[in-house]
């Protein structure tokens, strides 16, 4: 039984920039993510990634890639960069972070918000991201296929100034990586060793994440979980110019075992 759809991370993206007969001449795009403190949970920095449609990061059913496995297991986007790299040559990648977070880690806790402007190519039509929830053993958002955001002509998909995607409870993946179980997941001070699951990636089921409840991370302790999680937005850019600090933190959570590193 999957767990019932309860919103916890809506994406909005809006541009700016010269329209013509509601077409994106120049394709400035602001993309936030904020998480509003509606539950204990955090997210670690965002991996996107702008392109031409032809980049997945995982099928469900499948086994995880090396490169989700890290991303879900530890937050470590370095292997996502490469295989966009690999595949889209020409898209455009970032990963938004929260400048506070954890000490050392800039993780996106409650009340947080990361964004970043930039000038998208009018090519790069289609968005995948992904971020690790925490704490989790292997638990993440992300996208399975590609969105399409924009139009071929420019213009935003589904019209208006903006698009809007919205991720339930439901929508929470299992990377199938380590067993749920809270031992040795990341971030979190229960400790221990995980185990090899060795599945396949698959939408997280009901009460996945209960095991965490009452646990702490060094944000302090995991009280709530059926409210909204998160929600990511974007505002309009204020100016012509790219905004926000690209941050590449591919290895911020390298030694996260040990907490004594944050």
Known sequence: MKSAYIPVLAVFLLTSGLMTEGRVQAGLVTISISNPGNSSFSLTPLWYGFHDGGHDIFDPGQAASASLEMLAEDGIVSGLQSDFLATSPTGQQGVLVAPGGFPGAPVIEPGETASFTFHRHLANRFLSFASMIIPSNDAFIGTPQAIE??????????????????????????????????????????????????????????????????????????????????????????????????????????????????
């Open 149 to 262: 955001i924009f139009n071929a002509d420019g213009s935003l998909a589904g019209g208006g100034n903006k698009r809007t995607l919205t991720i339930s409870y439901g929508q929470i993946w299992d990377a199938g990586t380590e067993v749920n179980d809270t031992l040795g997941a990341a971030f979190s001070t229960v400790g221990g060793i995980s185990t090899d699951e060795n599945g396949v990636v698959e939408l997280l089921p009901a009460g996945g994440l209960n095991n965490f409840l009452s646990t702490f991370t060094p944000a302090g302790q995991i009280t709530s979980l059926f409210t909204p999680l998160f929600a990511v937005s974007a505002a309009e850019p204020g100016s012509a110019q790219p905004s926000g600090t690209p941050r590449s933190h591919t290895d911020f959570c390298k030694g996260k075992r040990d907490l004594s590193s944050f």
